[in-house]
């Protein structure tokens, strides 16, 4: 493994171990050039994913762009790391589990909105708003008031 602060190529691996949901392995490096630490994960990859873009354009699945994404709307919330890290393990999961080599962005959009909104409220509307493009105020109103609807089974009730 190449150090990402100096470049070179021989690391050490000082220590090893599964993270909590056992998706992953994680290492603990040290290089021998500048003595520098840092970690990797190691996670097993059932199949590669591409990703169908609204736009029609295919792009490889890329896992560091979810968790981004998922770490933003979570950003300044009281959730452990270990909660998102596993949420974005069982997203990835569902996915590679489908059978399916081509995912819609929507499916994972979707799969992102579903277990945000089980994880925190708050990370779940903000996901909302870039997912679904709110313009204005209102918008977030609409969407909350949406929600509220749905855990009282109001649904589809004007």
Do not use: H, W
């Amino acid at each position: 493994m190449r150090c990402p602060f100096c470049s070179n190529e021989d690391t050490q691996v000082k220590d090893s171990r599964p993270t909590e949901d056992g998706a992953a392995i994680r290492r603990r490096r040290l290089c021998d050039k500048c003595g520098s630490r840092f970690t990797t994960f190691e996670r097993v990859q059932l199949r590669e994913l591409i990703v169908l873009k609204r736009s029609g354009r295919r792009a490889p699945f890329d896992r560091d762009k979810l968790a981004r994404s998922v770490m933003i709307a979570l950003r300044k919330r009281p959730i452990e790391p270990d909660q998102i890290e596993q949420m974005i393990s069982g997203i990835v999961r569902k996915l590679e589990s489908q059978g399916e080599t081509e995912v819609q962005s929507e499916t994972i959009g979707d799969m992102v909105m579903e277990a945000l909104a089980q994880l925190d409220p708050v990370g779940y509307v903000r996901y909302a708003s870039v997912y679904q493009d709110f313009q204005e105020t209102s918008d977030f109103a609409k969407f909350i008031e949406e929600g509220r609807k749905k855990k009282r089974g109001e649904v589809g009730v004007d």
